[in-house]
């Protein structure tokens, strides 16, 4: 298109302005700026209407655009002629009064020039510089240029111009125009060029944004005016860049993603052809590309106000896919993205959740935690943001294998805790939500790991109990936490105050070594103190040589010395506890270091022995919310506790603080309190008082004479008529408090003694526990009266006689409820026996054979000790379960362990195999128990092994972790304690073999030495002991353990040295036990390092002249054992008749995983999941059928009565009244056994009997499948009666239901869950 030609005047003179003179060269610059101003105002003043004016300036017009102006150096005349060219532009509009595209170009580059004096807006010329632009977007002067073939150059740099002059300092009428002036070229222009399109983005960088901020907002805003034309343009770059690759059509394009962003915030709309390209990348086979892609989009799904998510369902289910992309920093990044996204976007929790469970089980530790950070971090926003689901990954975390996961998700718990359930900051609902936090993170005390335990103890005293809170608020909040707590919590909470107080007295023993003077031994003592507080701090290595550091420092400082005694004193308050911890923090700070490994132990150790909490201040404050509750005054109910349980649990609080605190407890005001809950009608508030005065009340006697005359009688009371315990608590309450016990006690003792009448049960029970242990305490005293207690009424009067018939429902167990009161006596008076043995610690009087005798008879006799049959089931369990633990009792007093026998020992044993599933529970427990403090000798670690009979996979599962607890407790005994050394025979875990083999050879099972089946049951039980023996090879342990079963070969049985089949079972299981130690380890035929010892009381010494090389093993017995398989018989005979073998394969180990756990090794010890997998036929499928319903039952043992198999013979009526004459006088009557009827022994029936049954269908007409071939249960009981333990349900794998005879190889369970 050409311009329109203007006729220029015929005598080519140009005509000015009035008044204006001629404008040239040749005058001077002024006068030049002079005359343009006249020809501005003129030119301002005229209108397009001026049809005559337009003409006559026409020349004017021309000569203005001539090289002399738009070159002129002066920047005032080059201002004013621009501004005359847009108005000359205005008036002459739609056309231009110049022909030339190239003038034009030049005229617009010029006025493009001018502009940039926009910038300076305090110059006197900014007024005129404003017009202009006012002018040229008023006019859409630029508009012209769009016939010009390079305009795109002119457009370039009016953007740049505007772009780069924008500031903080314009008003709003500067952007305005200029948005008016550049939206008016893009959307009346044919297309916007790449390079017109970069001058924009340019702007949209994050390094030019931060530079000029006014250019950016000038850009954003321009963007969104012009959405609708520029976008194509927009989708057309990047399509360059991102689908074709073309990096070079733009300087922009290693920028791509930041300005998708930008973009994205500006108006989505700028991008909606560019999303779907975004997908395409995000499956880029480039890690780093995807990364990018990710964090792009995690901005701008994550952004407050953003719908990407619903409006682009592909596109957010594509990004959901890369939290599984196989690059870590793209899942990393993901995880990230998910705490913005759960915050500003809770509507698509739902669709994160999934996802981050999978991301919370990452083998990658990184991810892993950024999992519990995201959460945590949208919880601590508001509760509301993360679900239930969100908190339980959190919660698994806290058992992670990695330490800094666990304290992560433990401290991120302990946050939402503080602020949701402490501070109430978002109401009840959510504090309801979230109560589990504070059960769960008491229960990671049960760690074995020194850092999750410090970390507990830290979360406790800053979050759950804020040390720093005053002391009633403190003490409301521990008050409240305690009465809400499940009972493993409190546990462990209690547990953690042990420790603590453990923790004092050792640094208060260390500090009592300081005072003695230096020797030797005084500087070993200190050493083993020093090594023992050592492992109660983190990183054991490290803490021993601070510690030895800190020893030499106290040694050298007296002041310091003196601050660490006020601070483990009894009478420290907590706030002198802070000022000591200060102190001597203070005084270990020099020389000051960035970085002092030696201070920070030395606080770890000081923040365990401060009493933060508990000091006489917070025992009182305790009382007082007590008393209210009592009172009904408190606030009980608002903080969801009722007032029966916040007085309980109240009271328990104190009971477990009087154990590590009980000089705090010494006040009037508080014993005052005790006296008043002493009267209260429940009875187990009244037993938490009688103990706290037990634990507390020394100084009572002497110094507060008023509390003592009032609480003698209640504490007689209690004795004479109150419950069991109470009448334990007062018996104990009395003799620990009272210096006139012995008078007391007898004033108890007397009136009990002549009252005892069996016809009335129910008032036999506490009378018996107060003379039980009333003998105990005070056996110098009462232990001749006891004795014809016992004779004449314990064993003749009450053991001996069934007065009442009990129920024949068929039941093994039923709640204590449900027990007859004759029952409970009985148990009692067995309890009574032991009790009266263990304060005389002597058999001077053979009174404990008699009770040995009088015991083993009951548990022949399962409990039914007279034979009338009157008993019922369930309390024979009760009895076999009393009197089984009355020997293990008795056993833990070295003169009483030395006289019984064998077979006691024996009929001990069995009871951990018996028919009732909570006898073999409790049972097992208080075995567990003894042995750990060491109380009982080591044969009796040797009844684990039975275990492995157990059909009730919990059950072996329980067993296991009891011996790996023992065989630890053990060996940590061992090294810490030199002069163990000399008593390695009663101490070192390997010992117990022997004992193993004796009890295993005596087993009422083991019947045909050649027995495949029988020896399979033999190889399982010895495999379960030496299982977790051989875990190392300790000092050659297993040459030595060889060396021991050889050593046993060349003995004979001591219970039966001369009966040759008892002897024979016994070197067929040291064969067995050999061939097992042989096929699990090749380090067994190394040299041993000593000689073993064998106990005599069990084998024989060696002989010299006897040398037993024989094997007593059958090769097809062998192959059975390694294979679980038969030797294959002739060819012929064995065409299509495999034979069927019931037994179990041999054990292997299951190849470990490649990808660890991420679950901590430190698992509740309950737990079975851990431990090796046992035989699979074990568990019973039919346990639903089994005895209590639910749990199975082992069928009794059938004994062989005869010497020659070392059974145990039942003694007649006659041989009971010639023990009573023999023995003669009152202590007869522990001698007393009833008459018994000549019948097999109790015990599980051999497997020649159970092997007839057939197969699973047998088993199930009896009501469901069977363990081992034991007994069935007895008729399922109704669901209305309580078991005493809640029963185990076992989950069986659908292979073990395949099959009741065939046996899968166990495995090692093992969590990989990720």
């Known amino acids: 298109m050409e311009f329109p030609q203007h006729q220029k005047p015929a005598d080519g003179k140009i005509t000015y302005p009035p008044g204006v003179k001629e404008i040239t060269d040749k005058i001077s610059n002024d006068e030049v700026v002079k005359r343009l101003k006249m020809v501005v105002k003129t030119f301002m003043d005229m209108d397009q209407d001026s049809e005559d004016e337009k003409q006559q300036y026409l020349a004017l017009a021309l000569h203005l655009a001539s090289e002399f102006f738009l070159r002129n150096p002066n920047k005032d005349v080059r201002l004013l002629v621009a501004c005359c060219l847009a108005d000359i532009f205005r008036i002459y509009a739609p056309e231009a009064p110049y022909t030339s595209h190239d003038k034009l170009k030049d005229i617009f580059l010029f006025i493009t020039r001018q502009l940039k004096g926009l910038e300076d807006t305090k110059s006197p010329q900014f007024n005129r510089y404003f017009y202009l632009l006012e002018n040229l977007a008023w006019v859409k002067s630029y508009n012209i240029c769009f016939e010009l073939e390079d305009c795109n150059e002119i457009f370039i740099q009016l953007f740049k111009t505007l772009f780069s002059v924008i500031n903080n300092s314009h008003n709003q009428k500067v952007q305005m125009h200029m948005l008016d002036l550049m939206s008016s070229i893009i959307t009346e222009g044919d297309g916007v060029t790449q390079e017109l399109l970069d001058s924009i983005l340019i702007n949209l960088i994050p390094a030019h944004k931060n530079l000029n901020k006014q250019a950016y907002d000038l850009a954003k805003i321009l963007l969104k005016r012009t959405v609708q034309t520029i976008e194509t343009c927009i989708a057309n770059f990047f399509n360059q860049v991102l689908v074709l690759g073309k990096s070079s059509v733009s300087d922009l394009s290693e920028h791509v993603f930041d300005l998708i962003q930008e973009l994205f915030a500006i108006d989505p709309l700028l991008l909606l052809s560019v999303m779907p390209q975004l997908e395409f990348k995000l499956k880029s086979n480039d890690g780093e590309e995807r990364l990018a892609v990710v964090r792009l989009l995690a901005k701008l799904f994550g952004a407050k106000a953003s719908e990407l998510a619903s409006h682009n369902r592909p596109l957010w289910q594509c990004f959901l896919g890369r939290f599984n992309d196989i690059h870590v920093p793209v899942r990393l990044e993901c995880v990230k993205f998910a705490s913005h996204c759960l915050m500003n976007h809770p509507d698509l929790a739902k669709d994160l959740t999934e996802y981050l469970k999978v991301r919370s089980h990452d083998p ?594 329980h067993a296991r972790q009891c011996l790996l607890k023992n065989i630890s407790v053990r060996r940590e005994y061992i090294k810490q304690n030199p002069m163990a050394h000399e008593k390695l025979l009663s101490l070192l875990p390997e010992y117990v073999v022997p004992y193993m083999i004796h009890l295993l050879a005596h087993d009422p099972d083991f019947t045909k030495p050649q027995d495949c089946e029988q020896l399979r049951d033999i190889k399982e039980c010895l495999w379960f002991m030496l299982e977790v023996l051989m875990t190392k090879n300790e000092n050659n342990s297993h040459a030595f353990l060889r060396k021991m079963v050889e050593n046993i070969k060349q003995t004979k049985d001591a219970q039966a040295p001369d009966d040759p089949k008892a002897n024979e079972k016994l070197y067929t299981v040291c064969d067995v036990a050999l061939f097992v130690i042989v096929n699990k380890s090749t380090a067994c035929h190394l040299e041993s390092p000593k000689d073993p010892v064998l106990p005599t009381k069990f084998f024989t010494p060696p002989d010299k002249d006897f040398v037993n090389d024989k094997e007593y093993l059958s090769s097809e017995a062998r192959t059975v054992l390694l294979t679980g398989k038969p030797k294959p018989t002739a060819v012929l005979g064995a065409v299509n008749k495999p034979l069927s073998v019931a037994g179990r394969r041999p054990y292997t180990k299951a190849p470990g995983s490649e990808t660890g756990s991420n679950v901590s090794g430190n698992s509740e010890p309950s737990s079975p999941a851990g431990n090796r997998g046992r035989d699979v036929s074990m568990e019973s499928s039919g346990t639903g059928a089994s005895e209590n319903e639910e749990n199975p039952v082992m069928g009794k043992k059938e004994v062989n009565s005869e010497a020659g198999q070392g059974g145990v013979r039942k003694r007649g009526a006659g041989a009971a009244s010639a023990a009573d004459s023999e023995n003669g006088g009152a202590s007869e009557g522990t001698t007393a056994t009833p008459p018994v009827p000549n019948k097999p022994r109790r015990g599980r029936p051999p497997k020649s009997l159970s092997a007839g049954a057939g197969g699973a269908g047998s088993a199930e007409k009896e009501g469901g499948g069977a363990g081992r071939g034991r007994k069935r249960a007895a008729p399922a009981q109704d669901s209305t009666s309580t078991p005493l333990v809640e029963p185990i349900t076992i989950k069986i794998p659908k292979q073990q239901k395949d099959s009741e005879t065939k046996r899968a190889a166990p495995q090692r369970q093992m969590d990989l869950q990720r």
């Open 364 to 957: 990658e530790e990184a991810i892993r935690h950024d999992v519990i950070v995201t959460i945590i971090n949208a919880g601590k926003k508001d509760l509301n943001l993360v679900n239930d689901q969100l908190l339980g990954f959190v919660r698994e975390r806290t058992l992670d294998k990695r330490w800094r996961v666990r304290k992560e998700a433990m401290m991120g718990l302990a946050q939402l805790y503080k602020k949701y359930c402490l501070h109430h900051e978002a109401g009840k609902e959510s504090a309801q939500k979230i109560s589990w936090i504070k059960d769960k993170l008491l229960h990671i005390y049960y760690q074995n790991s020194i850092d999750d335990k410090l970390l507990v103890e830290k979360i406790f005293a800053q979050y759950m109990v804020p040390h720093n809170l005053e002391t009633e608020e403190k003490m409301k909040c521990l008050y409240y936490l305690y009465a809400c707590l499940d009972p493993n919590a409190i546990k462990a909470l209690n547990e953690m105050w042990k420790c603590q107080n453990m923790l004092r007295s050792l640094v208060r023993e260390l500090l009592d070594l300081h005072k003695v003077p230096v020797s030797e031994a005084n500087s070993t003592a200190m050493f083993g103190k020093l090594m023992t507080i050592a492992k109660n701090l983190p990183d054991q290595g490290k803490a021993q040589d601070f510690m030895k550091k800190f020893n030499q420092v106290l040694g050298e400082d007296e002041k310091l010395r003196a601050q660490l005694e006020q601070l483990i004193s009894p009478t420290c308050s907590c706030k002198q506890a802070e000022v000591c911890v200060r102190e001597i923090t203070r005084k270990l700070t020099f020389p000051k270091q960035p970085t002092n490994p030696f201070l920070e132990m030395v606080k770890f150790l000081l923040e365990r022995i401060a009493p933060v909490h508990i000091d006489s201040e917070a025992i009182s404050a305790l009382v007082k919310l007590l008393n209210k509750s009592i009172e009904g005054t408190a606030d009980d109910e608002d903080e969801g506790v009722t007032r029966d349980n916040a007085i309980r649990y109240g009271l328990e609080l104190l009971k477990v603080l009087s154990f590590t605190h009980p000089t705090s407890f010494h006040s009037a005001e508080t014993y005052e309190s005790l006296l008043q809950c002493l009267k209260m009608e429940d009875d187990k508030v009244a037993e938490a008082a009688i103990q706290i005065f037990r634990n507390t009340g020394h100084k009572i006697e002497t110094e507060l004479p008023q509390i003592r005359s009032t609480l003698i009688p209640i504490l007689h009371q209690k004795a004479k008529r109150g419950t069991p315990h109470q009448a334990k608590q007062a018996v104990h309450c009395i003799h620990a408090i009272f210096h006139n016990k012995e008078v007391q006690l007898a004033q108890i003792f007397e009136p009990l003694s002549r009252s005892l009448n069996a016809d009335v049960p129910e008032q036999l029970i506490t009378p018996l526990v107060s003379l039980g242990h009333i003998s105990m305490l005070a056996p110098d005293q009462f232990a001749s009266p006891m004795k014809s207690i016992v004779a004449n009424f314990i064993v003749k009067d009450l053991l001996m006689n069934d007065r009442s018939v009990g129920n024949k429902n068929g039941k093994l167990w039923t709640c204590d409820e449900e027990v007859s009161p004759e029952v409970l006596a009985k148990v009692q008076a067995i309890k009574l026996l032991v009790r009266w043995l263990l304060g005389m610690k002597n058999n001077q009087s053979k009174s404990a054979n008699s009770t040995l005798r009088l015991l083993s008879a009951m548990l022949v006799s399962e409990g039914d000790l007279t034979e009338q049959k009157k008993i019922s089931k369930s309390d024979m369990s009760r009895l076999r379960l009393a009197a089984g633990s009355a020997i293990m009792k008795l056993a833990q007093e070295p003169c009483y362990h030395d006289i019984i026998t064998p077979e006691q020992f024996q009929l001990c044993a069995l009871v951990i195999n018996d028919e009732c599933y909570q006898v073999r529970q409790n049972f097992a427990l208080k075995l567990h128990l003894a042995l750990v403090k060491l109380l009982l000798p080591l044969e009796y670690l040797a009844v684990f092994a039975l275990c492995a009979k157990d059909p009730v996979k919990e059950r072996r599962a």
